[in-house]
């Protein structure tokens, strides 16, 4: 699997006595995004799909709504102490006409494999409006091909798999065909290499597609989702209050324990049918 798993020597302790034998680990690795030269942010991530990453990153920040608005995006002088090129840091230049995010008040932040919006300088802030309206989205899905996707999900988590250690973000169509399905070890990174996916596949707006999450929907992947113009979001875990108050705030459809014939519709549940 390349440079998406590591192995390390552990020591075993059973019932039945203790073994040392290698582990296969998710691997985790800072990746520096730079625009024009200029260091935007550090996220730490399991290395693949990077620029789907990024491009998932600009589009649920604000800073770019289509494809068109990257001029060219590459990896440039990351090296490690032997000078070998670590592929963890991409530049990315902007085609002309768009603003310039440092112009416009947005922050320079670290995100961690676990946080997507630490850093934000203030709570006005971390609700970014979407240039997509929900409202303009009349899809509907049936419960029972609602209900089937994380099993779908689940079953495409290759890396998950051999680690245990991933979180997983799939896109579906309402009747339930997985179309993108990625993994990280940070929740709100799957999400971004989902969207970024679809973005440079001229999929945005997402207006008739469902986004399912393999733990809890957080405020930070309600936000995601809102950004690309999604209109439903599925969680196997729990949602936070603050999503369930965005999601009722931006007419999002936010399902939570998604789990067999069962699940919790926090808001939006006009969208799914019986």
Not at 202 to 228: C, H, W, Y
Request: aromatic share 4%.
């Amino acid at each position: 699997m390349g440079r998406v798993t590591a192995r390390r020597p552990i020591l075993r302790i059973t019932a039945d006595g203790t073994s040392r034998r290698p582990d296969t680990l998710a691997v985790e690795e800072p990746l520096e995004i730079r625009l024009g030269g200029r260091s935007l942010t550090v996220t730490m991530r399991t290395p693949g799909n990077d620029v789907d990453l990024v491009h998932g990153f600009l589009l649920s920040e604000g800073i770019i709504g289509s494809p068109q608005d990257v001029s060219t995006i590459r990896y440039c002088d990351g090296v490690d102490e032997d000078g070998v090129n670590t592929y963890n840091v991409l530049d990315v230049e902007m085609a002309a006409g768009v603003p310039d995010p440092g112009t416009r008040g947005q922050r320079e932040f670290l995100t961690t494999s676990a946080c997507g919006v630490c850093g934000k300088a203030s709570l006005d802030d971390v609700a970014t409006r979407s240039r997509f309206a929900l409202t303009d989205s009349t899809v509907t899905v049936s419960a029972a091909a609602l209900s089937a996707m994380p099993k779908t999900l689940r079953a495409g988590q290759r890396i998950f798999e051999a680690t245990g250690g991933l979180h997983a973000a799939g896109l579906f169509t309402p009747d339930g065909v997985l179309l993108a399905l990625r993994e990280d070890v940070g929740r709100h990174n799957a999400v971004d290499k989902v969207l970024g996916w679809a973005l440079t596949d001229n999929r945005v707006p997402l207006t008739d597609t469902v986004l399912i999450v393999s733990g809890r929907a957080s405020f930070e992947l309600a936000q995601k989702a809102t950004m690309a113009g999604i209109p439903l979001l599925g969680a196997v875990s729990a949602p936070s209050s603050l999503a369930v108050d965005l999601a009722r705030d931006r007419g999002l459809t936010l399902v939570g324990f998604l789990r067999g014939s069962s699940m919790n519709v926090y808001a939006g549940g006009q969208r799914i049918t019986s």
